[in-house]
């Protein structure tokens, strides 16, 4: 079992950035692949970024790619979302996600574990 809380969400305006966190606690942070997902109102919770367990490998959905950058420290059991570029469209409640697989997984069915979510508003 793990743990995740994210931090970090806000209102910022078009073209500015934010940085989102989420802190793992629990089983051992270097077992799990690690993601970031969002959901808009009325609209399904859609894949943004994941992180190998070893940082070595991540993988971006279309929209956010060449804007977001995924990280994780884990030696403090953390992973980061530095969001820049934001659009108003990038506006939704973003969910931290854990997984103890081997695999980069980029379906909201293959996670197992899930943060409370954080509110991002990005004004036009």
């Known amino acids: 079992q793990v743990q995740l809380v994210e931090s970090g969400g806000g209102l910022v305006q078009a073209g500015g950035s934010l940085r989102l966190s989420c802190a793992a606690s629990?089983?051992?942070?270097?077992?799990?692949?690690m993601g970031w997902f969002r959901q808009a109102p009325g609209k399904e919770r859609e894949f943004v970024a994941a992180?190998?367990?070893?940082?070595?490998?991540?993988v971006y959905a279309d929209s956010v790619k060449g804007r977001f950058t995924i990280s994780r420290d884990n030696s403090k059991n953390t992973v980061t979302l530095q969001m820049n570029s934001l659009k108003p469209e990038d506006t939704a409640v973003y969910y931290c996600?854990?997984?103890?697989?081997?695999?980069?997984?980029?379906?909201?069915?293959?996670?197992?574990?899930w943060g409370q979510g954080t509110q991002v508003t990005v004004s036009s």
């Open positions: 992180i190998s367990r070893s940082t070595s490998r991540t």
């Open positions: 996600a854990a997984d103890d697989s081997t695999w980069l997984l980029t379906t909201r069915r293959a996670y197992d574990f």
């Open positions: 629990g089983r051992t942070f270097t077992v799990y692949v």
